[in-house]
């Protein structure tokens, strides 16, 4: 996986996670990482909860590891590399955050679509 494509990767993840963690968790702290990956490395801030922390640094390790090329979506790969249990928190994080996207988008399109 290309280094832009990583990036995307990530961001998509810091995105997802932090519309779920502001709306369902408490006590939010900002955190800065550094991600190194190829010969490049990844730096941004996010603020979560410490068990959403956490699962994003695991999350961002299996995607630093993830053999397949291109990289397929974790739903239809065919050797998950997830624990069950991580995978079902990770499931449950992509459901609520893309749902909350999804209506943003769709919001937006109408307010375009009456006010001009």
């Keep these: 996986m290309t280094f832009e ?4 990767e990530v961001n998509t993840l810091k995105k997802f996670f932090s519309i779920h963690c502001n709306d369902k968790h408490t006590n939010q702290k ?3 990482y550094v991600v190194p990956y190829l010969d490049n490395s990844l730096k941004f801030e996010v603020s979560l909860c410490e068990e959403c922390h956490n699962l994003l640094q695991y999350a961002i390790s299996k995607l630093q590891e993830c053999p ?3 990289k ?3 739903r239809k790969c065919p050797n998950t590399c997830y624990d069950k249990d991580k995978y ?3 499931a449950k994080i992509m ?3 893309g749902m909350k996207l999804g ?3 769709a919001a937006q399109k109408l ?4 006010i001009k």
Excluded: L
Aim: glycine share 0%; net charge positive.
């Design 68 to 70: 397949n090329d291109p």
């Design 30 to 32: 900002k955190e800065d």
């Design 72 to 74: 397929p979506k974790c």
């Design 111 to 114: 307010k375009k679509m009456f």
């Design 103 to 105: 209506m943003t988008k």
């Design 88 to 90: 079902k928190q990770m």
């Design 95 to 97: 459901r609520y955050s």
């Design 5 to 8: 494509k990583f990036e995307n």
